[in-house]
């Protein structure tokens, strides 16, 4: 018989990028007293990965568990970047009700709208919580009529357009029932979530059922499998059997190691959970996202929702330049198949296949982000690879027609700019849908727009609008393509031979275009140094040294200027790159380079 486990509540927190997720998880965290009242914390504790501090951005979902009174909660804080869209589908499957998080300026946005959509799908209940009322420019008021106007737009409900609303300011640590209360603390909060999401249902004598929704990984462990315990309970030592929903190969008899249950930040080990326990389970080796562990008596999977298919793939290599093997740690095929495959046992929206070429992987994944994400990573720990272009992935209709990803973008700018964007925009096949003004100044331009019209955008995009444009895109669905996009309407400035770079050369060569290096940076053929400012490209020496006769002496070098070269970031490059090129990237350095070093090789190349 199903019952209900009063003393736990399960949450997942979703929102738009940047409305404060994290920061309200901190808060929540520090008033349910899982910290020492002396003890120093970090802000955004949960964001735990290098890339996600320095970004300021969540990558990975996240579980943590506080104590209100006498009901654990458990909380899950998700990404609210849409490249990181798989880890929130499926966490929702480990929860029985949602906070929504909205900026009380910025209002609801693409983000929101995609994981508000998720959470309705799945009939769970909604806590809207308006944060950043603390802003001098908020108007929560219009964002809840916002917020209510997407509800009936994704068809919600009567019952769950009747949620609670409540207003927050995470950053200074107190939520409100109602905007004229005083502000205390974050206990209208938490009463909101006891009295408003239900408790975890289940029946306790049933056959044991966990589904898995999330993998961890630890070098000490290996795999942990993250899940709910639906229904029966879980004890260290149980004879399990592991079977999923979707692929019924999978049948294998498991032993449960050890079993974990989150407390605050901690993993701390359990004996025994019961339904409705979010649990860890170490000690399976190929356990997988969608697996469900069962009793063997009597082995049913717990239906799962398919995770969404990549839109956009790069190829990595194995680097071949003249200065390969020189900063990395691992630098062979082997190494870098070893590495990605890895990757796979975390990252269920990531595809890696092999090539016929050893030295070379397609990998596909949910946007540039994703993969830029994995390729700092990888930098880090001691990479050295190059990769290729970022290409979208092409799909036929039954007819035989071509269809690529098409994206829906949201775009706020100042008035004044909004022409070059719609201009941009249009001549990379993108098509205007709807024209209206947001709060302070801005328009909102909605676009539709294929995929791979936007790659390469975001630098020109930030460009364009000085800085004051904000851009928001999500995947929209496969549609007839949309004909050929030029990329780069600039050629590359290409070294002609290997060495160091010197002022003479370097001050002869800025003349032709914008410079990537400076004096004292070593080359080698067949790698670019820079933007022409016209179309082709062009070869240049930037090593030459200055013929010294009596008449010309070496110091009347020193009057000459070099303007400060362009140091591009990791996704300024991967934006810059075209399709005959590579990104060579190194723990220290990331070069830009032609696929074909020979130029003689090269130009036949072109011909062809």
Do not use: W
């Amino acid at each position: 018989m199903k019952t209900k486990r009063n003393d736990i509540r399960n949450i997942a927190i979703i929102a738009h990028v940047d409305h404060g997720k994290t920061t309200l998880v901190d808060q929540l965290l520090k008033q349910s007293g899982v910290f020492r009242s002396n003890q120093e914390v970090a802000e955004r504790v949960m964001d735990s990965n290098d890339i996600e501090r320095e970004r300021g951005i969540t990558i990975l979902s996240k579980n943590t568990a506080v104590f209100y009174k006498d009901t654990k909660i458990n909380i899950i804080d998700t990404p609210g970047h849409a490249d990181f869209g798989g880890e929130v589908e499926r966490v929702l499957k480990m929860v029985n009700g949602v906070v929504l998080v909205v900026d009380a300026f910025e209002g609801a946005m693409p983000q929101t709208k995609f994981v508000l959509k998720k959470a309705l799908e799945l009939d769970l209940p909604v806590i809207v919580c308006i944060n950043k009322i603390d802003r001098p420019e908020a108007c929560p008021d219009d964002v809840i009529d916002e917020v209510l106007e997407l509800f009936m737009d994704l068809d919600a409900s009567e019952e769950q357009l009747d949620c609670p609303f409540i207003y927050a300011s995470a950053k200074n640590g107190y939520a409100l029932k109602e905007l004229d209360d005083e502000p205390k603390d974050m206990e209208p909060l938490f009463e909101t979530i006891i009295n408003y999401i239900p408790a975890p249902e289940g029946d306790p004598d049933a056959n044991t059922q966990v589904l898995i929704s999330t993998i961890d990984y630890n070098e000490y462990v290996g795999r942990i499998g993250v899940g709910k315990v639906d229904n029966g309970s879980l004890k260290v030592n149980q004879e399990c059997v592991m079977v999923n929903a979707h692929d019924e190969s999978v049948n294998k008899k498991v032993k449960i190691s050890k079993l974990y249950e989150f407390d605050g930040l901690k993993k701390v080990e359990v004996e025994e959970a019961g339904i409705g326990a979010i649990v860890a389970i170490s000690g399976i080796a190929d356990i997988h996202i969608g697996d469900t562990i069962c009793a063997p008596e009597n082995p049913v999977p717990i239906p799962f929702q398919k995770i969404s298919e990549p839109t956009i793939a790069m190829t990595f290599v194995v680097n071949d330049s003249p200065l390969a093997g020189q900063e990395g740690k691992f630098v062979t095929s082997r190494h870098l198949r070893d590495r990605l495959f890895r990757e796979l046992n975390t990252d269920v929206s990531l595809r890696v296949e092999e090539t016929d070429n050893a030295d070379a992987f397609k990998v596909s994944g949910r946007g540039e982000l994703h993969l830029s994400v994995l390729i700092e990573n990888m930098r880090r720990e001691g990479f050295e690879f190059a990769v290729s272009k970022a290409e979208v992935l092409y799909k036929k209709d039954e007819n035989g027609k071509l269809l690529e990803p098409m994206e829906l973008a949201y775009i706020d700018v100042p008035e004044e700019f909004s022409g070059a964007v719609i201009e941009k925009l249009s001549q990379r096949k993108g098509e205007l849908r709807n024209m209206g003004s947001s709060n302070g100044g801005y328009t909102r331009l909605e676009f539709s727009i294929p995929s791979r019209g936007l790659i390469g955008y975001r630098g020109e995009f930030m460009t364009d609008t000085k800085g004051n444009g904000i851009i928001n895109t999500i995947f929209d669905e496969y549609g007839p393509y949309k004909g050929d996009i030029q990329y780069r309407k600039q050629g590359s400035l290409i070294a002609f031979e290997a060495g160091e770079t010197i002022t003479y050369g370097l001050y002869n060569a800025q003349e032709r275009g914008t410079l990537f290096v400076g004096p004292g940076e070593k080359v080698y053929a067949g790698m670019i140094i820079g933007q022409n400012g016209k179309a082709e490209d062009i070869e240049l020496n930037v090593c030459k040294k200055k013929q010294l006769t009596n008449t010309r002496s070496s110091s009347a070098d020193e009057a000459l200027r070099l303007t400060p070269p362009r140091i591009l970031s990791l996704e300024q490059a991967l934006d810059f790159i075209d399709t005959d090129e590579l990104l060579e990237i190194t723990p220290e350095n990331l070069r830009i380079r032609k696929k074909i070093l020979d130029p003689t090789l090269r130009k036949r190349a072109n011909r062809n």
